[in-house]
């Protein structure tokens, strides 16, 4: 059975940071491209960052480049999404995803979700 936990969200001010992390188990992660995705209530879930399965690849939403990095930890089975810079509009539910497609900013194109971690920035 394929598990992703999120942790580490939370309530932060704007201009702090969080990291979140995402812990898989019951596939090879090493065999996924891996991504983040957000969602606010009443909208879309939105395409934040992707990484190939070896981590050299990186792809990130216009609007969290040069703030937000993704990497990942093959030999334990984690991603990482460190977000710096918070803005109140980063504030949503964010998500982990694995993908074994070529495409990585489609929600539709990733196998499997974990529940979420909620984000929250107050301005």
């Known amino acids: 059975q394929v598990q992703l936990v999120e942790s580490g969200g939370g309530l932060v001010q704007a201009g702090g940071s969080l990291t979140l992390s995402c812990a898989a188990s019951?596939?090879?992660?090493?065999?996924?491209?891996m991504g983040w995705f957000r969602q606010a209530p009443g909208k879309e879930r939105d395409f934040v960052a992707a990484?190939?399965?070896?981590?050299?690849?990186?792809a990130y939403a216009d609007s969290v480049k040069g703030r937000f990095t993704i990497s990942r930890d093959n030999a334990k089975n984690t991603m990482t999404l460190q977000m710096n810079s918070l803005k109140p509009e980063d504030t949503a539910g964010y998500y982990c995803?694995?993908?074994?497609?070529?495409?990585?900013?489609?929600?539709?194109?990733?196998?499997?979700w974990g529940q979420g971690t909620q984000v929250t920035v107050s301005s």
């Open positions: 990484l190939s399965r070896t981590g050299r690849t990186t």
């Open positions: 019951g596939l090879t992660f090493s065999n996924y491209a």
């Open positions: 995803a694995a993908n074994r497609r070529t495409d990585v900013t489609s929600p539709a194109a990733y196998d499997y």
